[in-house]
């Protein structure tokens, strides 16, 4: 099974890469790439979540319900890894990882996979920002 280390080493070849990587507590890091996308990932045997908040939801019910719509689609037809919800009053990409076989190149894969997302569907998204 991945440790905390291996975690840690993995995250030490994406800095090497050009991110940037911050401790912020045992087994939490923040990665910001050169995108200046913030990807958080969580250590929590038996599985590794890499997670990114992207807004907040619309106050108004009927945009709320259009965005909730347009991520649903995205769910089912354009994301390899992960999967897009809501957590309290924000939008958030996620995807969760199982430690027992998980080496770099799957790790950098569901990394790439949400930022590439991301970028591809802010602008999709920018409408329903409030803010």
């Known amino acids: ?16 890469a050009g ?9 939490l890091w923040k990665v910001q790439t050169s ?9 929590s045997p038996p599985v590794l979540i890499l ?7 619309p106050a108004e019910p009927a945009r709320r319900a259009e965005l909730y719509h347009q ?3 995205y769910n089912a037809a354009e994301l390899v890894h992960g999967s ?3 957590e309290g009053d924000h939008v958030v990409l996620t995807d969760t990882l199982e430690l027992e076989n998980l080496d770099f190149s799957e790790f950098e894969a569901s990394f ?6 991301l970028a591809t569907h802010l602008g999709a998204l920018a409408p329903y920002r409030e803010r």
Request: proline share 0%; net charge negative; charged share 30%.
């Open 51 to 57: 997670r990114v908040r992207v807004m907040e939801v």
């Open 19 to 27: 991110g940037t990587v911050e401790e912020l507590g045992d087994g």
């Open 1 to 16: 099974m991945i440790t905390r280390d291996d975690v840690q080493s993995f995250l030490d070849r994406m800095e090497a």
């Open 112 to 117: 790439d996979s949400l930022t590439l997302a």
């Open 84 to 86: 897009y919800g809501v």
């Open 71 to 73: 991520l649903l689609k």
């Open 35 to 43: 995108e200046e996308s913030e990807v958080v990932v969580s250590f």
